[in-house]
């Protein structure tokens, strides 16, 4: 009987050795995948002649917490709350005089969902828009798709 208990811890912490790592798989797959974007959207803005974005830790933090509240349910998938993230962050950076929003849920990866977007009118206009910075943020929802929030702000 104790060997058998000896087996069962030793079983639950090797699951639990290899859940931890797998958590920290994902929040470092998805820090590359939002590196990704980032590259891929300023590419893109390159093949425009348009200037690189440059990534701004307090936007991502903005877009990190946007993504993880539609990927807990929080609020629901789109652009709920984007005046209050946009107010926080004009007020927030200095210069700050415009803002837009790209969200995205889905099981594919950066390049699909910058593709994506590309597709769209309403979400290429903010691309290839008059910005300069960005951040990006991606969390996981509960039916298995990531939710990406790309948010685009423009300081003099």
């Known amino acids: 009987m104790v060997s058998k208990l000896i087996t069962y811890i030793a079983i639950f912490i090797l699951l639990a050795t290899g859940m931890v790592a797998i958590a920290q798989t994902g929040k470092k797959d998805m820090r590359g995948l939002g590196r990704e974007i980032f590259a891929l959207v300023n590419k893109h803005r390159a093949g425009k002649g348009l200037p690189p974005l440059?990534?701004?830790?307090?936007?991502?933090?903005?877009?990190?917490?946007?993504s993880r509240n539609m990927a807990s349910g929080k609020v629901?998938?789109?652009?709920?709350g984007f005046e209050g993230r946009s107010d926080r962050l004009l007020n927030g950076i200095k210069g700050a005089n415009a803002s837009a929003e790209?969200?995205?849920?889905?099981p594919y990866d950066a390049e699909r969902v910058v593709k994506m977007w590309l597709e769209s009118?309403?979400?290429?206009?903010?691309i290839e828009g008059s910005y300069n910075l960005t951040g990006i943020g991606i969390a996981k929802g509960?039916?298995?798709?990531?939710?990406y929030t790309q948010l685009f702000i423009n300081s003099k």
């Open 54 to 66: 440059v990534m701004n830790e307090a936007i991502a933090a903005e877009a990190q917490k946007h």
């Open 76 to 80: 629901p998938f789109g652009h709920d």
């Open 102 to 106: 790209n969200v995205a849920s889905s």
């Open 121 to 126: 009118p309403r979400h290429l206009k903010n």
């Open 142 to 147: 509960t039916d298995g798709n990531l939710l």
